[in-house]
């Protein structure tokens, strides 16, 4: 059996190979089955958007108990893979919160510091290192900066600058890669790899955003979508649900996946 600790080192591994990573973001058991099933999933990252609103929470409002509940149950359907969980901010301790996400079975995270001091998420990150040291999980965080997201109207250059100077400050403390969310194009991508580091950018497909193949072309370590996944899933339901309203009948290639 693979244990935690190869399984944190597999997921750093992953993020460090030449091939982006592509996770495609689950929220509960049975969304994990479904992609875990497939050949070309390597690991298994949640999103925190969609299991706060699998609960009827605002994102980032969920309490941390009904996260590791559901991180959890996302674990035990992933079976060998490698399992990263969303703990939004770190719930007000993130390295307590880190150390009871191992304790459910979780090799990695993302946590965002909505540009929080610069200071102040650095010893987040320290204290997470510090969790997994004292776990004996070699913890994958992927750190989270909302240089761009939070960015307000500053200008993009500016943006860019403050994502560099964080994410090499998050490495530095310990993290694994820096996320980035935004719809990065291949400008300020560039830009933010060469400032940051080739294979310790991670980001979100959005609308709007790159390839995947795109990423990896500029040097990118990870691409996640977040809650898109399951808004799709959700406009596929309700969808058949107008159709069936319609006198509609459900399609003969639907597959047996729960």
Same mark, same amino acid.
């Given at each position: 059996?693979?244990?935690? *600790?190869?399984?944190?080192?597999?997921?750093?591994?992953?993020?460090?190979?030449?091939?982006?990573?592509?996770?495609?973001?689950?929220?509960?058991?049975?969304?994990?089955?479904?992609?875990?099933?497939?050949?070309?999933?390597?690991?298994?990252?949640?999103?925190?958007?969609?299991?706060?609103?699998?609960?009827?929470?605002?994102?980032?409002?969920?309490?941390?108990?009904?996260?590791?509940?559901?991180?959890?149950?996302?674990?035990?359907?992933?079976?060998?893979?490698?399992?990263?969980?969303?703990?939004?901010?770190?719930?007000?301790?993130?390295?307590?919160?880190?150390?009871?996400?191992?304790?459910?079975?979780?090799?990695?995270?993302?946590?965002?510091?909505?540009?929080?001091?610069?200071?102040?998420?650095?010893?987040?990150?320290?204290?997470?290192?510090?969790?997994? *040291?004292?776990?004996?999980?070699?913890?994958?965080?992927?750190?989270?900066?909302? !240089?761009?997201?939070?960015?307000?109207?500053?200008?993009?250059?500016?943006?860019?600058?403050?994502?560099?100077?964080?994410?090499? !400050?998050?490495? *530095?403390?310990?993290?694994?890669?820096?996320?980035?969310?935004?719809?990065?194009?291949?400008?300020?991508?560039?830009?933010?790899?060469?400032?940051?580091?080739?294979?310790?950018?991670?980001?979100?497909?959005?609308?709007?955003?790159?390839?995947?193949?795109?990423?990896?072309?500029?040097?990118? !370590?990870?691409?996640?979508?977040?809650?898109?996944?399951?808004?799709? *899933?959700?406009?596929?339901?309700?969808?058949?649900?107008?159709?069936?309203?319609?006198?509609?009948?459900?399609?003969?290639?639907?597959?047996?996946?729960?």
């Amino acid at each position: 059996m693979t244990t935690q *600790a190869s399984k944190a080192q597999r997921l750093s591994e992953l993020h460090a190979a030449p091939e982006i990573l592509r996770v495609v973001n689950v929220w509960d058991a049975i969304s994990t089955k479904a992609v875990a099933a497939l050949p070309e999933t390597r690991a298994i990252a949640t999103a925190g958007h969609s299991i706060a609103a699998t609960f009827g929470y605002a994102d980032g409002e969920i309490p941390l108990e009904l996260t590791l509940d559901m991180v959890g149950r996302i674990v035990e359907a992933a079976g060998e893979l490698p399992v990263s969980a969303d703990l939004d901010a770190g719930y007000g301790d993130a390295g307590e919160s880190v150390r009871r996400v191992i304790g459910v079975g979780a090799v990695g995270a993302n946590i965002e510091d909505r540009l929080r001091p610069l200071s102040e998420f650095v010893s987040e990150i320290e204290a997470v290192v510090a969790a997994g *040291a004292v776990e004996g999980v070699p913890f994958a965080l992927n750190a989270r900066t909302d !240089a761009f997201v939070r960015a307000g109207g500053r200008p993009l250059e500016e943006s860019i600058a403050d994502a560099i100077e964080r994410g090499r !400050a998050y490495l *530095a403390a310990g993290a694994d890669v820096v996320f980035v969310p935004g719809v990065l194009d291949a400008d300020t991508t560039r830009k933010l790899v060469e400032g940051i580091g080739e294979r310790k950018i991670s980001v979100i497909g959005l609308p709007g955003a790159l390839t995947a193949r795109e990423y990896e072309d500029l040097g990118v !370590a990870r691409i996640s979508y977040g809650p898109m996944t399951q808004r799709v *899933a959700l406009t596929a339901y309700q969808d058949l649900a107008i159709d069936l309203y319609r006198d509609g009948a459900i399609p003969a290639s639907v597959r047996e996946l729960n």
